[in-house]
């Protein structure tokens, strides 16, 4: 997977910092022996470990154990930190609709026969399709057909000479092939988009009725599933439309409208056929939708949201959804979900509740502010540091420096060790702050930016000054310290 902006921009930052310090205490050597003080190696390492940004970089692993240990406790395993920043990240979230926007048990609501075609003929050919669906909304169909209609529902090991086609993701279709007299009877069931394309490359015709019935049931926000049959040698044709029906989960609007805020584009995923999906990206209020969506469109469409430089973030649970969780940049398998899927993401949700990838988010984003403000605060702390020490190094030397030397450092000597020590405690004192985090509030990037220099930037500026001084007052009174 690729490195996030955020990960590249702190390598950055932390090598051209180290880059600069150690430039700036390398040629400090020179010009110091040129005014007659040159400084020992001792002192030149101990400047440089007080300077380099020694204090983010060793709270970088706390900052990410602390992000995944606040994911544990939602029950979601994260296999790295990169993980973890990178849904903090994101820019775009690959929502199923099934199951995460809508409540997943879409149910058969009605069988609508085409014109000259009989109810009791659409059940028996739509349960027969079924029988080697094994998805809910298969096993609905069956149901339905026995309540309604008194259609028992037979086994499949009482069917001789049955050639089952089970439900795929690529296929989009289930049916039956029989033998008998007239030849092998065909029985198809499936997306209308998949089902009508069958139908014309047998030698029959949709109609205009049928479509009518697709159109009607999609605008309302139901899916529609089409039946057809063929037998022997005669062209296929339509027997009629099974209405599935489908509900948004309360709430998702105003989820949606929240991740809107943080500036993440929300797309759903879903087999339907795109007018399905538009009546139900309307009321869930998300920004776009993917209609008939097969596993090879999922990987083009992370690989397009990639190439203009986005994160994306996904969830999924078959193995048809490996290859797309490999791609994305955070990748939630459930844990009911295949092997693959969960081999292939690098999070699983232990409560397989899809729509937990939001929290991942907040929880991410937390991450990143918290890093945030620690760099700001380590960045802050450096500069401090070294207007503090170089002025007592060479007060000696330039009497002029001593004005700089506002804390009134006692020798060069303590003014190195006072660094020194306290280079060491502030970053044990910052630990409990890595490990709670900085609270997340969902703003701008401006507005963080302004919170960050007001507090850990103006804070990182004045607490080394206080505690330098106050480690200075102990450390002169040491024997061979001070």
């Known amino acids: 997977r690729q490195k996030t902006p955020n990960e590249i921009a702190l390598n950055i930052l932390l090598a051209s910092l180290t880059i600069v310090f150690l430039v700036a205490v390398v040629t400090l050597q020179p010009m110091a022996t040129y005014a007659g003080a040159p400084q020992s190696m001792i002192v030149l390492v101990a400047l440089i470990v007080a300077l380099i940004p020694t204090t983010i970089g060793a709270l970088l692993s706390a900052i990410g154990i602390a992000g995944m240990d606040r994911l544990v406790q939602r029950n979601v395993l994260a296999m790295s930190g990169r993980a973890v920043e990178a849904a903090g990240d994101v820019n775009t979230l690959l929502l199923d609709k099934t199951g995460t926007i809508t409540l997943g048990n879409r149910q058969a609501a009605e069988f609508l026969p085409a014109p000259g075609v009989g109810a009791d003929e659409l059940a028996g050919a739509a349960q027969l399709s079924s029988l080697a669906d094994e998805t809910p909304e298969g096993r609905s169909i069956v149901v339905l057909a026995k309540t309604e209609y008194g259609l028992r529902a037979r086994a499949q090991g009482e069917l001789t000479h049955a050639t089952w086609v089970p439900f795929t993701a690529q296929t989009r279709m289930s049916g039956v092939d029989l033998d008998e007299a007239e030849g092998v009877h065909q029985v198809r069931k499936g997306a209308a988009g998949a089902v009508s394309n069958w139908v014309t490359e047998n030698g029959g015709s949709v109609g205009d ?57 929300t797309i759903m995923i879903t087999g339907d056929n795109p007018l399905t999906a538009k009546a139900i990206a309307e009321e869930a209020g998300v920004d776009d939708f993917l209609a008939e969506a097969t596993p090879e469109d999922k990987m083009a469409l992370i690989k397009k949201e990639q190439e203009g430089g986005k994160l994306v973030a996904m969830t999924g649970d078959g193995t048809n959804d490996a290859p797309a969780l490999a791609q994305a940049d955070v990748g939630v398998a459930m844990n009911t979900g295949t092997m693959a899927a969960k081999e292939a993401g690098n999070m699983v949700d232990l409560d397989s509740n899809p729509t937990k990838l939001i929290e991942i988010v907040e929880i991410g984003k937390q991450l990143l502010i918290t890093r945030g403000a620690l760099t700001t605060f380590s960045i802050a702390n450096d500069v401090a540091k070294y207007f503090a020490i170089i002025p007592a190094m060479f007060a000696g030397v330039y009497p002029g420096l001593s004005h700089l030397n506002i804390m009134g450092l006692h020798s060069p000597q303590s003014a190195i060790t006072s660094a020194i020590i306290f280079n060491a405690l502030v970053i044990i004192g910052l630990i409990p702050l890595a490990l709670r985090g900085v609270k997340y509030r969902p703003s701008d990037a401006s507005s963080l930016l302004r919170r960050n220099i007001g507090i850990y930037g103006f804070g990182g500026l004045i607490v080394p000054f206080v505690g330098i001084k106050l480690i200075d007052l102990i450390v002169q009174y040491v024997p061979g310290l001070g």
């Open 209 to 265: 009725e049928v479509s009518a019935l697709v159109d009607g049931i999609s605008a309302a926000g139901g899916t529609p599933l089409v039946v057809a049959t063929k037998v022997g040698d005669r062209p296929a044709r339509v027997l009629g439309v099974i209405h599935l029906k489908d509900v948004v989960k309360e709430g998702m609007r105003e989820r949606f409208d929240e991740l809107r805020r943080m500036g993440i584009k």
